[in-house]
């Protein structure tokens, strides 16, 4: 089956070398009820720390520390090739839908279908709408769309794949400086159905023509109160608090780079003379490891060959490097939370809506 695609830049994250693994299918899944729902999310907890701690060693013996290597030396050139990095992920967004064929389906297990999700349901989505704390603006329209259905306990469908979502967002502040960051909470009001998969629940049984007729005109919009649960970050690592607001966070490691860079400012500025036995001077010394290092904290690869013109060149690009390590770790502004087109997201439903809020609506074709 062939299948045509949009370009597209490739994500900051990589796909991992061994896939998680999936939940037991003996495992039931329970939508109502606060115990269980506090119990599976206990569960969930425990395992994200052991995965965390089981994480540990494996970044120690990966097999990709030679890529991150390269990576690494590479960046430091002013011109290098272009390359995609292996496991590097994509989204792959079509540019016409795929047909898979029909599928028979009975008619229980579509009675919940376009009904109230339950409290602490957790859907996969992707964002339609590109958010930025540094442009977005309060009350900001937001959408999204499912990428995976929403089945209820009993294995029945309740929200299908390509349901839309729409919000708005509620609280935005842009990175200050100082290392301050950017915030962005947004929030789901309204889960929109296709018509044709709301003519599949209100129309089921009748005539062709008037199944049809529905089809093209009915459309389920429903109020809902949905949430951020988590998401993966862009630019920056992002945390997400029970409320769904999410911030860009920032890693205290950063300091360790400015720390390393007053030791090699201080050994380019090593120009200390040479004395004989006597104590009388007889030279000073040539610091070539010390002024290499500081061109290349400055300038990088063409600092640390132009630093072997002159000691004086190497301290300065050594101070210069100091001066902008202490510029970018402490005094710049701190990351800004982003989410680009087709973001991945997860999504869970609040406390239930007031009760008549679903509603069937006409379009106007």
């Given amino acids: 089956m062939e299948l045509h695609t949009f370009e597209s830049p490739g994500l900051k994250s990589l796909v991992p070398l061994k896939p998680p693994k999936q ?14 729902a506090g119990k599976q999310k206990a569960r969930d907890q425990i395992d994200a720390q052991i995965a965390r701690i089981r994480s540990i060693p494996g970044i120690v013996r990966g097999t990709d520390k030679k890529e991150w290597l390269y990576d690494y030396a590479m960046s430091r050139l002013p011109y290098h090739p272009q390359y995609v990095r292996n496991r590097t992920r994509f989204d792959a967004e079509l540019q016409s839908p795929l047909d898979f064929g029909p599928e028979m389906v ?11 999700p339950a409290p602490g349901s957790i859907v996969h989505a992707r964002l339609l709408t590109p958010l930025d704390s540094m442009s977005s603006t309060q009350g900001e ?21 390509g349901t839309h979502l729409e919000g708005s967002v509620a609280m935005v502040k842009r990175a200050g400086w100082f290392h301050r960051v950017g915030r962005l909470r947004f929030t789901f009001q309204s889960v929109d159905l296709e018509p044709q998969v709301a ?13 049809r007729a529905s089809r093209a005109e009915a459309k389920l919009q429903f109020r809902a109160h949905a949430t951020l649960n988590a998401a993966e970050g862009g630019s920056a690592p992002l945390k997400v608090d029970r409320e769904g607001g999410v911030q860009a966070t920032d890693s205290k490691t950063r300091f360790i780079g400015t720390a390393v860079a007053v ?23 040539a610091n070539v490891g010390g002024r290499t290092l500081g061109g290349g904290l400055g300038f990088g690869l063409l ?16 101070y210069y490097g100091l001066a902008w390590s202490v510029y970018s770790t402490v005094i710049a502004r701190g990351p800004e939370v982003q989410f680009g087109k087709n973001a991945v997201i997860d999504i869970s439903f609040n406390q239930r809506a007031p009760a008549g809020t679903t509603k069937l609506k006409r379009m106007v074709r």
């Fill in 303 to 318: 600092g640390a060959i132009a630093a072997q013109s002159s000691r004086n060149v190497g301290a300065v690009f050594g």
């Fill in 141 to 161: 329209r937001v959408e999204a769309v499912l990428d995976e259905p929403l089945f209820s306990g009993d294995h029945r469908l309740i929200l299908p794949e």
């Fill in 199 to 211: 003519a599949l629940r209100f129309a089921p049984d009748g005539p062709p023509s008037q199944a």
């Fill in 263 to 285: 030791l090699i400012s201080r050994s380019a500025a090593d120009n200390d003379p040479v004395r004989a036995h006597g104590g009388a001077i007889t030279g000073q010394r």
């Fill in 23 to 36: 939940p037991s299918q003996n495992r039931r899944v329970n939508n109502g009820g606060l115990p269980s």
């Fill in 106 to 116: 009975t008619q229980n297990s579509l009675a919940l279908l376009g009904s109230q």
